[in-house]
């Protein structure tokens, strides 16, 4: 086939998803119908297997990998990372436990690769997915733990996102009727309107010039590339680090590769990369998989849930809020996004209350998610792959 036509083949399925996860309000996840939706059109022959091969996203992803954990690393502010530590270590504290009570439970039971597999996209999003499935690849592991990274990624959200909106509406009804509202939310508007002033400031003619942010973007992916063949370290890791170290200083915009208007091809090449093994899988193989998907979502899950218990006792948080925050990692971004400003809607009694809701919920859940599914997950699904 055309590399143009299967693209867009590839496309149309990520956009359909895109679609029904936005009528749904992320209430079901737009992956989740890509992938699905691939995977019956290749079951029945609608598309050919090879319909990702073909479509030469592949080798963008090879190309934009590094980039994008850079781009990952320009997210959110160094700053606003240090002003939220808690919800950092509420959610580092949540995807540990996961991990370890998974290596305990699920790798005895059906075996160490089978809990690589799980553990990385558990924890996280695509990009995790996508490098844990790179790793299974290339270990030649059997087709059955292959596809099954994308199952995780495919439904972890579903018992995550009701879970989490039971828990921050419990948190959000007690703060409108303890009275701490107005303060938390004071608290909360000031972190996120705190100075930004950064050691290096770039011209504005090179810091909106796309071509240049995403060669600097390139720079950092193969700066990292590079450091990682003599230091053995994982390159998604070193480009994660220097990500957030160049956003520090000033040396590229923060959400990079967006203001390189190359986002979105760097993601269509992270989600053909995952779907791959779905395409070239029999329902046989799926089949397989499912009781380990399961039994990976509920233990965790459970895992992630009294990891962020624990770590909100111990930093003396409320237990609703923590466990939210721990949850980001089964869902990240927009879903943390919309899933407070929903429960703000609907416990805030005035636009002047669910403004105050909202600003008290947000910067915790944002950064939350983005420290479990844009870093923490990277860096477990990296070390992970790497034993295999």
């Known amino acids: 086939m055309e590399p143009i036509y299967a693209a867009a083949i590839i496309l149309a399925f990520i956009a359909l998803g895109e679609l029904v996860s936005i009528w749904s309000?992320?209430?079901?996840?737009?992956?989740?119908?890509a992938m699905l939706g691939a995977f019956i059109a290749s079951q029945l022959g609608i598309i050919p297997t090879t319909t990702v091969d073909d479509s030469m996203l592949v080798q963008i992803y090879a190309?934009?990998?590094?980039?994008?954990?850079?781009?990952?690393?320009?997210?959110?502010?160094?700053?606003?990372?240090?002003?939220?530590?808690?919800?950092?270590?509420?959610?580092?504290a949540g995807m540990l436990v996961a991990v370890l009570?998974?290596?305990?439970?699920?790798?005895?039971?059906?075996?160490?690769e089978t809990f690589v597999a799980g553990a990385g996209p558990l924890a996280g999003g695509i990009v995790a997915t996508g490098l844990t499935t790179e790793?299974?690849?290339?270990?030649?592991?059997?087709?059955?733990?292959?596809?099954?990274?994308?199952?995780?990624?495919?439904?972890?959200?579903?018992?995550?996102?009701?879970?989490t909106n039971?828990?921050?509406?419990?948190?959000?009804?007690?703060?409108?009727?303890?009275?701490?509202?107005?303060?938390?939310?004071?608290?909360?508007?000031?972190?996120?309107e705190s100075a930004k002033k950064k050691p290096i400031t770039l011209p504005d003619f090179l810091a909106n010039n796309e071509l240049f942010v995403l060669f600097m973007i390139l720079v950092g992916g193969s700066v990292a590339t590079l450091i990682s063949v003599?230091?053995?370290?994982?390159?998604?890791?070193?480009?994660?680090?220097?990500?957030?170290a160049s956003t520090a200083l000033g040396l590229t915009p923060e959400r990079a590769m967006e203001k390189a208007s190359s986002f979105g091809i760097a993601m269509a090449g992270v989600v053909a990369v995952v779907m791959a093994p779905l395409l070239a899988a029999s329902l046989d193989d799926v089949l397989k998989a499912l009781v380990p998907m399961v039994s990976i979502l509920l233990i965790g899950g459970a895992g992630i849930m009294i990891g962020?218990?624990?770590?909100?006792?111990?930093?003396?948080?409320?237990?609703?809020?923590?466990?939210?925050?721990?949850?980001?990692?089964?869902?990240?971004f927009p879903a943390d996004y919309l899933l407070t400003n929903e429960v703000a809607r609907s416990v805030g009694r005035n636009p002047e209350e669910r403004k105050q809701l909202t600003?008290?919920?947000?910067?915790?859940m944002l950064v939350g998610g983005f420290t479990s599914v844009s870093a923490g997950s990277v860096v477990i699904a990296s070390v992970l792959v790497s034993f295999l």
């Open 25 to 33: 309000k992320a209430r079901v996840p737009g992956l989740l119908v």
């Open 63 to 92: 190309i934009l990998v590094a980039p994008l954990l850079f781009h990952m690393g320009s997210l959110i502010p160094l700053r606003t990372m240090a002003q939220q530590w808690r919800s950092v270590v509420i959610a580092c």
């Open 101 to 112: 009570i998974m290596s305990v439970t699920i790798a005895p039971l059906f075996g160490f």
């Open 135 to 163: 790793g299974l690849t290339a270990a030649g592991v059997a087709s059955s733990i292959i596809v099954l990274p994308a199952l995780v990624l495919m439904m972890q959200s579903l018992p995550a996102m009701p879970m």
């Open 166 to 192: 039971f828990l921050l509406r419990r948190y959000a009804i007690g703060l409108r009727d303890s009275g701490d509202l107005e303060h938390l939310a004071a608290a909360a508007q000031k972190t996120e």
């Open 230 to 244: 003599p230091t053995h370290i994982p390159s998604s890791i070193i480009a994660l680090i220097l990500g957030i």
């Open 308 to 332: 962020g218990f624990i770590a909100t006792k111990l930093l003396r948080w409320k237990s609703t809020l923590g466990m939210s925050v721990a949850l980001t990692a089964m869902y990240g």
């Open 359 to 364: 600003d008290a919920m947000l910067p915790a």
